[in-house]
């Protein structure tokens, strides 16, 4: 069994683009920048959007963060990625999801230019990602499929399980590994809660990709041996024993499947670890795109 390492891999990739970024900066072409926006006061979309500034600073590129207060109003937020639209030195905007209730996250997204929309999520992205054209990728579903082709995971006619159909994750990894391309070509499965039982579809799996959000969901009784299986949960649960007070796990009972496993993610350390880097490698292709380098 082979643990898929998250952190090794999302390293190897920032460094690379540490590289490019140095590159294209001593070339003086301009530096990547991203703006990421937050609304409100929330403290895991704080600590996200915290980890994003970070990462784009430690490897060289620009970083712009602008927190709103949760009062702003929808037009008011819609005027301020105007504004970053129009920005030269803002090649991608990010605003961070879930915003409060009063705000259209639709109506925002929309606003964002697609030539800037590094989550991928305008409607125009995620039309060319079905249709295969060349778009911005969603962060973790890019991160997914990174794994697995550095991993020399063969996807080709392999049996792809997806459990969850958020647009964040279920609809996007399933469309990019049904593509017709060297790193995809599967015959995918999407299961979601509707099913009476999803074991019977996960035990088909040769690539079972666990994204529901509920801890530990997926036992070792629900995969058949051999299983690749990729854990996007991110579960916060009790733990006393911790000193935090409560420790975070996947979707996926990790001690149990991973006895019949031939590869799995661990959580944390595995997907996780890879949004921020492919937020990063977008920011990059947009900035290339947008300077026509
Ligand atoms: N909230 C949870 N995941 C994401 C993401 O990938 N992008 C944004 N913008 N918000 C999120």
Known sequence: MTIIDGKKISDEIKSELKIKVEEAKSKGL????????LVGEDPASQV??????????????????EILPEKTAETELIEIVRKYNADKNTNGILV???????????????????????DGFHPVNVGKLVIGLETFYPCTPYGIVELLKRYKIETS??????VGRSNIVGKPIANMLLQKNENANSIVTVVHS???DISEFTKHADILIAAIGKPNF??????????TVIDVGINRIDSP????????VGDVDFDSVSQKAAYIT????GVGRMTIAMLLQNTYNAFIKQNEI
């Open 218 to 227: 997926i036992t070792a009784g629900m995969v058949k041996e051999g299983v």
């Open 241 to 248: 024993e911790s000193k935090k007070g409560y420790k975070i």
């Open 266 to 269: 661990p959580v944390p350390g």
């Open 194 to 196: 509707a099913a009476k």
């Open 96 to 118: 961070q999801l879930p915003l409060p209730s009063h705000i259209s996250e639709q109506k925002v997204i929309e606003a964002i230019l697609p030539e800037k929309d590094v």
């Open 48 to 65: 996200y959007v915290n980890s994003k500034n970070k990462a784009c600073e430690k490897i060289g590129m620009n970083s712009v963060v």
């Open 30 to 37: 301009g530096v990547p920048g991203l703006t990421a926006i």
């Open 157 to 162: 006619g392999k049996h792809v399980v997806v």
